[in-house]
Nanobody, 123 residues
Framework: QVQLVESGGGSVQTGDSLRLSCATSQLTMTNYVMGWFRQAPGKEREFVAA???????YYADSVKGRFTVSRDNAENTVYLQMNDLKPEDTALYYCAAAPSVFEYFSARSYEYWGQGTRVTVST
């Protein structure tokens, strides 16, 4: 059974930074598109960022310039560096993986999901 394990969430203040990690031992990450999604209370899950197999990256407009997605294929880990955090970034953040996707921003494209790590940003 494939497991994606997120870590790095926490409670911070506006303007702070966090780095989320997503690790797996069951997938060879070089063969997968890796995405980050988030879900705030009472809202639908939304796309945050993705990194393609060969390194291209994609971001939601709301996080462009503040968040950076990267991968360490040797460690089978994908990261989400989040800077200048805002209260509207408060959510449960999920890591997702798929061998290929038809739409990077669509949750339906992804086959495997982690359990999520919570990020809370206060004023």
């Amino acid at each position: 059974q494939v497991q994606l394990v997120e870590s790095g969430g926490g409670s911070v203040q506006t303007g702070d930074s966090l780095r989320l990690s997503c690790a797996t031992s069951q997938l060879t990450m070089t063969n997968y598109v890796m995405g980050w999604f988030r879900q705030a209370p009472g809202k639908e899950r939304e796309f945050v960022a993705a990194t393609a197999r060969f390194g291209s990256t994609y971001y939601a407009d709301s996080v462009k310039g503040r968040f950076t997605v990267s991968r360490d294929n040797a460690e089978n880990t994908v990261y989400l560096q989040m800077n200048d955090l805002k209260p509207e970034d408060t959510a449960l953040y999920y890591c997702a993986a798929a061998p290929s996707v038809f739409e990077y921003f669509s949750a339906r494209s992804y086959e495997y999901w982690g359990q999520g790590t919570r990020v809370t940003v206060s004023t």
